[in-house]
C-alpha cells in the first residue's frame, strides 16, 4: 500500500511539472475527495496568511474549489467530455495540495512586511514565481482534459485566476 501511495504522489508531482496529463490518475471518487479535501486543508493553512485567519481562509478556499469544480464540469459538459471530470478534477485539487505545499514556507518567508528584508522580497519573488507555476499547471491540466490547445488552457486558465480574486475580495476582507 505504500508503495502505491508513494507512485501516486509520484503522479501529482509529475502532473505539476507537466509530465504527466490527468488521464495518467485513476478515475477514482475516493481520489476525488481525499484531493479535494486536502486541496481544502493546505489552502486553509496557506490562505490563512493572506485572508486574515483560518475561518475566513476555509470558507474562501471551499469557494474557490468548488467555482473550479463547477466550471470543470461546465467546461466538459461544453465539449463534450463528461466521463472525464474525476480524473481532471483529481488532477486540479492534488496539483493544488503540491503548490500550496510549496507555498507554505515562501509565506513564512515573507512575513508580515516583505519589504522589511532581503528574505520577505525574495519570498515574494518566489510567491510570484509559484503564482506563474500553478497557473501554468492549471492550463496543462485543462488542455488536456478539455482536449484543446495550451494557449486556450492557459487563456481558461488566467481567466480563472482573475474571476476568483475578483470573487475573493469582493465577499472578503482582503489586507
Same mark, same amino acid.
Given at each position: *500500500?505504500?508503495?502505491?501511495?508513494?507512485? /501516486? =504522489?509520484? %503522479?501529482?508531482?509529475? =502532473?505539476?511539472?507537466? $509530465?504527466?496529463?490527468?488521464?495518467?490518475?485513476?478515475?477514482?471518487?475516493?481520489?476525488?475527495?481525499?484531493?479535494?479535501?486536502?486541496?481544502?486543508?493546505?489552502?486553509?493553512?496557506?490562505?490563512?496568511?493572506?485572508?486574515?485567519? *483560518?475561518?475566513?481562509?476555509?470558507?474562501?478556499?471551499? #469557494?474557490?474549489?468548488?467555482?473550479?469544480?463547477?466550471? /470543470? $464540469? &461546465?467546461?466538459? &459538459?461544453? %465539449? @463534450?467530455? $463528461?466521463?472525464?471530470?474525476? +480524473?481532471?478534477?483529481?488532477?486540479?485539487? @492534488?496539483?493544488?495540495?503540491? =503548490?500550496?505545499?510549496?507555498?507554505?514556507?515562501? +509565506?513564512?518567508? *515573507?512575513?508580515?512586511?516583505? &519589504?522589511?528584508?532581503?528574505?520577505?522580497?525574495? @519570498?515574494?519573488? /518566489?510567491?510570484?514565481?509559484?503564482?506563474?507555476?500553478? #497557473?501554468?499547471?492549471?492550463?496543462?491540466?485543462?488542455?488536456?482534459?478539455?482536449?484543446?490547445?495550451?494557449?486556450?488552457?492557459?487563456?481558461?486558465? =488566467?481567466?480563472?485566476?482573475?474571476?476568483?480574486?475578483?470573487?475573493?475580495?469582493? /465577499?472578503?476582507?482582503?489586507?
Amino acid at each position: *500500500m505504500f508503495a502505491a501511495v508513494k507512485r /501516486l =504522489i509520484y %503522479r501529482f508531482v509529475e =502532473i505539476c511539472l507537466l $509530465r504527466a496529463p490527468p488521464q495518467a490518475l485513476p478515475a477514482s471518487g475516493f481520489l476525488l475527495w481525499l484531493t479535494a479535501l486536502l486541496a481544502l486543508l493546505s489552502g486553509t493553512l496557506a490562505g490563512g496568511f493572506r485572508v486574515g485567519g *483560518m475561518d475566513t481562509a476555509l470558507v474562501a478556499q471551499a #469557494l474557490e474549489l468548488l467555482a473550479l469544480a463547477l466550471l /470543470l $464540469r &461546465a467546461g466538459l &459538459a461544453v %465539449r @463534450g467530455h $463528461r466521463g472525464r471530470f474525476t +480524473q481532471a478534477a483529481s488532477a486540479l485539487f @492534488g496539483s493544488v495540495v503540491v =503548490i500550496n505545499l510549496a507555498l507554505l514556507p515562501v +509565506q513564512l518567508m *515573507m512575513g508580515a512586511d516583505p &519589504a522589511a528584508s532581503f528574505i520577505g522580497q525574495l @519570498g515574494v519573488l /518566489l510567491f510570484l514565481l509559484l503564482l506563474v507555476w500553478s #497557473l501554468v499547471v492549471l492550463a496543462h491540466i485543462l488542455r488536456h482534459a478539455l482536449d484543446t490547445d495550451f494557449v486556450v488552457g492557459s487563456l481558461f486558465s =488566467i481567466g480563472y485566476f482573475l474571476f476568483m480574486n475578483w470573487l475573493v475580495q469582493l /465577499l472578503f476582507t482582503v489586507p
